[in-house]
Structure formats: structure tokens, C-alpha cells
T-cell receptor, first 114, second 113 residues
């Protein structure tokens, strides 16, 4: 599975958009980009995933560059409850022996300020 | 639907003891994965079960074991506990065919003294 690079920490003012970048320059053509977040002392929470098209759901938007070497998770109107560690994970969906196995890096600590 | 539940939420043990943690997945999910989270190593994959069979295993010693029952509930066991086993143990379940979209429980925080 491809490795990802994320900034260690980011800040965002409440009500503003939070844009979290992720570099995955070695991504393969069949690897998806997944985003999870973990609020302090809770289990990780699935946010969104995509292959090459931009995706949006009720939580966030995912923008993947045309060359797929990087992506950005966008929280359109950040709230204090969005303060969490955000993990960008790149992997082939449901592939053989690594099925159901996620590789978490260190993620980005997003702090939303009032 | 109810989420993933884990019991107990907190546990204190001493070195050399063994411990069993329990996980009930979301109804209908047959894949259950276990992760260990520590400040030093982050989130690390332990193992994954599907339909009562271990499908995947991470790089942990044999003291760590697990099983899954016919109702998809899962348990993990750690024998001969060491101080370094102190961690948050997370269980996640996933729907069949979409195993990367995992739904995590709140975890069991284990402290080994």
C-alpha cells in the first residue's frame, strides 16, 4: 500500500473551511484514498473515500488531483467538535490477503479555535 | 443500527495475567478487525476475522490471539501480560465487500501494572 504524508498539525477558526492536505505520490491506479478521523479517546470514524473523482458527503468533501498524487479533505464549516486527528489512508479496496486491514500513519491534528 | 460495542471499557491488570476483551459488531457485519493504539506506535493492526476464520494477522507475538463466533461477535485474548501491552484496544466491523469502510467501537483501555 502506498505511503502518505500529512502535516503534523493544523489550526482552523470555527465556521471557516478546514482544508487538510495529503500527499500520496506513489499511489497506484487501483488504490483508493480513505479519510478517517479520531476524536480524543474515541475510536476512529470513517469520513469519506474516493478513487479519482471528487467526492462529497454530509461530513466532508474530498478533492483528488488529476494525477492522483495528492488530495485534500475539506470540512466546509469547521466546528469545535471537528477537533481531531485526521488520517489519510491509501490502499487497494478489498484486496486478497490485506482485506479488512487499514494502515494508519500519524495523521494531522486539527484544532478548531472558537 | 446500534454501533460497535466493546466490553469492558476500562481494565487494570498486573504483569503475567491474561485478559479477554469482547467486541460485538454492527448487525449484519461479518468482518471484525482488532487494532492496538499506543502513544509510541500509533494504531497498529492486530488481526481480522471473517465468518469465524482469521483472515489476516499483524506483527504481534503469539500471546495475542482472537476468535470469532457464529454470531460474528469476537474476542481477543492477551496472555502473560507485559507492561508494554498497556494500550487502547479497538475493534472495528465492516460490511462484506466494503471492508475498508470500517466502523470502530469506543475501545477498551487496558492498563498493565
Amino acid at each position: 500500500d502506498a505511503k502518505t504524508t500529512q502535516p503534523t498539525s493544523m489550526d482552523c477558526a470555527e465556521g471557516r473551511a478546514a482544508n487538510l492536505p495529503c500527499n500520496h505520490s506513489t499511489i497506484s491506479g487501483n488504490e483508493y484514498v480513505y479519510w478517517y478521523r479520531q476524536i480524543h479517546s474515541q475510536g476512529p470514524q470513517y469520513i469519506i473515500h474516493g478513487l479519482k473523482n471528487n467526492e462529497t458527503n454530509e461530513m466532508a468533501s474530498l478533492i483528488i488531483t488529476e494525477d492522483r498524487k495528492s488530495s485534500t479533505l475539506i470540512l466546509p464549516h469547521a466546528t469545535l467538535r471537528d477537533t481531531a486527528v485526521y488520517y489519510c489512508i491509501v490502499r487497494v479496496a478489498s484486496r486478497g490477503s490485506t482485506l479488512g486491514r487499514l494502515y494508519f500513519g500519524r495523521g494531522t491534528q486539527l484544532t478548531v479555535w472558537p | 443500527k446500534a454501533g460497535v460495542t466493546q466490553t469492558p471499557r476500562y481494565l487494570i491488570k498486573t504483569r503475567g495475567q491474561q485478559v479477554t476483551l469482547s467486541c460485538s459488531p454492527i448487525s449484519g457485519h461479518r468482518s471484525v478487525s482488532w487494532y492496538q493504539q499506543t502513544p509510541g506506535q500509533g494504531l497498529q493492526f492486530l488481526f481480522e476475522y471473517f465468518s469465524e476464520t482469521q483472515r489476516n494477522k499483524g506483527n504481534f507475538p503469539g500471546r495475542f490471539s482472537g476468535r470469532q463466533f457464529s454470531n460474528s461477535r469476537s474476542e481477543m485474548n492477551v496472555s502473560t501480560l507485559e507492561l508494554g501491552d498497556s494500550a487502547l484496544y479497538l475493534c472495528a466491523s465492516a460490511p462484506t465487500g466494503d471492508e475498508e469502510t470500517q466502523y470502530f467501537g469506543p475501545g477498551t483501555r487496558l492498563l498493565v501494572l
